[in-house]
């Protein structure tokens, strides 16, 4: 595999569909990929991209006028003075509708550079170049953008979908291997949400898939684009399927929370994504070798699949408290079987403490 694969994105949402390039050396390309008629991009990047950036705007000298926001690191960057920020830049530039944004980073720089692009003047374009496994399987995909506030994550922001997301895997080439095994965690979560093929890839060749050079390690990471791809363009804002998407999330961000944000979100979402089998199977739909398989995956991927007992209700009141609990209802994803997601309205607790206890240590 050498070329470059197109996966696009349909949605009536403004820019009104997208692609989503995959591939090595995408990032030579950027030109092509630029909304015809921009004058100026913005490359927000965090510190460790300041390399990239600087030699995005040689390859652009003569042809479009690069300013560079340089920002904090990962969740650093969600704050609403970073991206008060990048619009004065903006506004000290005579920035216009026709110029465009690009996000380079993670996760949580692509979120932030999508938020700016959203808001400045109602809406300018945003190209989204993710350099991490999550930001390039999840994060920079589906047109979520946002900032924290001190009460809570994500809690402002806009549904923006990108002008294009260039998936560069050459951009990985210096990523921890720890940091890359934290990415897999939403390719697992695809795998079994929607793609069984993406677990057979991970347990019949996991030396290959975990090495971001091969054909396997690209499959996979192709395969969870498109999952992806096809759940945000029947649903980009989030009304019904996309939700599936967050499957083993409701517990993982409770224990991102208890964890203080110190955590990875793969390593959190692990123990969700036991959780949310273990629940699965007790909500009489999962059979139990579904839920061993789970956690034999994770533990492959050296990510951790059990949590102290004693934080039960911690985590329980933290999640009862997530945007996503519906008027005072906890709300699960659960699977019926591998490729087949639902939502869990109104659980029981003691069904919820029961399927904790599988997991607590
Ligand atoms: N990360 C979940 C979503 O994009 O909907």
């Not at 951009?171 to 965690?185: H, K, R, S």
């Not at 533990?299 to 996503?324: E, F, H, I, N, V």
Request: aromatic share 6%; net charge negative; glycine share 10%.
């Amino acid at each position: 595999m050498s070329e470059h694969t197109i996966i696009p994105v349909s949605t009536s949402a403004n820019a009104g569909g997208y692609d989503v390039v995959v591939g090595r050396g995408v990032l030579d390309d950027l030109a092509s990929h630029l909304p015809s008629g921009v004058a100026k991009l913005l490359i927000v990047h965090a510190p460790p991209l300041a390399a990239v950036a600087e030699a995005v705007r040689e390859r652009l000298t003569g042809r479009v006028e690069v300013l560079l926001a340089e920002v904090p690191d990962a969740e650093g960057a969600k704050r609403v003075e970073v991206a008060a920020f990048c619009w004065q830049i903006m506004g000290q530039t005579d920035f216009t509708r026709t110029d465009a944004v690009m996000g380079l980073g993670g996760g949580a720089t692509t979120d932030l550079a999508g938020f700016v692009a959203a808001t400045w003047l109602r809406g300018v374009p945003v190209i989204q170049v993710p350099t991490s496994v999550l930001g390039m399987v999840d994060a920079a995909v589906g047109g979520k953008t946002g900032i924290n506030t001190a009460e809570g994550k994500n809690l402002v922001g806009a549904f923006w979908a990108p002008a294009a997301v260039l998936v560069d895997l050459d951009l990985l080439d210096g990523l921890p291997q720890n940091e890359l095994l934290a990415g897999l965690a939403e390719v697992v979560k695809c795998g079994f949400i929607a793609d069984g093929r993406i677990l057979e890839v991970l347990e019949n060749s996991l030396e290959s898939a975990t090495d971001r050079q091969s054909d396997e390690f690209r499959e996979i990471v192709e395969r969870t684009i498109r999952v992806k791809a096809e759940v945000v363009s029947d649903d980009f804002t989030e009304q019904g399927r996309r939700e599936f998407l967050n499957y083993g999330h409701t517990l993982g961000h409770a224990i991102e929370h208890a964890e203080r944000y110190r955590w990875r979100h793969g390593a959190a979402i692990s123990i969700g994504m036991v959780f949310a089998a273990e629940l699965s199977h007790l909500a009489g739909s999962l059979p139990e070798g579904e839920v061993d398989r789970t956690r034999r995956i994770l533990s492959s991927l050296s990510l951790p699949t059990t949590y102290p007992l004693g934080r039960w209700k911690t985590l329980l009141a933290t999640m009862q408290r997530d945007k996503k609990a519906r008027a005072g209802m906890l709300r699960f994803i659960i699977l019926d079987a591998v490729g087949r997601p639902r939502v869990l309205n109104g659980t029981d607790e003691s069904l919820l403490f029961s399927a904790y206890q599988a997991v607590g240590e």
